[in-house]
């Protein structure tokens, strides 16, 4: 099991296997409804963090019914992000969300390779050479 913190380096390269066509990649924003006004990572998928236990208990027909795309699979990579874009630096406490998000996928839900996007997302929207 593989679990860890990555940059905009690695979250490009995600990018841009999913631009390929990979379906082994995926970007998960686990962002509230509330929280996705000011935009999203290009090719992330919205399940929002209270919604995201049901939701890996569905199976992937259901899954890709509900959410519109299809679930991954626990030898998939995926990055997960769930920072609201509020102009402030990284808090300890959106930390804690998505250790919390990534140590359950990893330990509850069999995933293998969770990865924690480290950069803020605020961050990711003001600099453009981020995914350029």
Same mark, same amino acid.
């Given at each position: 099991?593989?679990?860890?913190?990555?940059?905009?380096?690695?979250?490009?390269?995600?990018?841009?296997?999913?631009?390929?066509?990979?379906?082994?990649?995926?970007?998960?924003?686990?962002? #509230?409804?509330?929280? !996705?006004?000011?935009? /999203?990572?290009?090719?992330?998928? %919205?399940?929002?963090? $209270? @919604?995201?236990?049901?939701?890996?208990?569905?199976?992937?027909?259901?899954?890709?019914?509900?959410?519109?795309?299809?679930?991954?699979?626990?030898?998939?990579?995926?990055?997960?992000?769930?920072?609201?874009?509020?102009?402030? #630096?990284?808090?300890? !406490?959106?930390?804690? /969300?998505?250790?919390?998000?990534? %140590?359950?996928?990893? $330990? @509850?839900?069999?995933?293998?390779?969770?990865?924690?996007?480290?950069?803020?997302?605020?961050?990711?929207?003001?600099?453009?050479?981020?995914?350029?």
């Amino acid at each position: 099991m593989a679990y860890g913190r990555v940059d905009h380096s690695f979250l490009d390269w995600c990018t841009r296997m999913i631009e390929k066509g990979s379906m082994a990649h995926h970007i998960l924003d686990i962002r #509230e409804e509330d929280e !996705l006004e000011y935009g /999203r990572i290009p090719y992330a998928q %919205n399940v929002p963090e $209270s @919604e995201l236990e049901a939701a890996l208990d569905l199976t992937p027909k259901d899954w890709e019914a509900r959410y519109g795309y299809p679930k991954p699979k626990q030898g998939h990579v995926v990055v997960v992000y769930g920072e609201p874009p509020t102009g402030s #630096e990284y808090c300890p !406490l959106v930390q804690q /969300r998505l250790m919390r998000v990534c %140590n359950m996928l990893a $330990s @509850e839900y069999g995933y293998k390779y969770v990865q924690q996007y480290a950069v803020s997302f605020y961050k990711f929207m003001i600099n453009p050479y981020i995914l350029e």
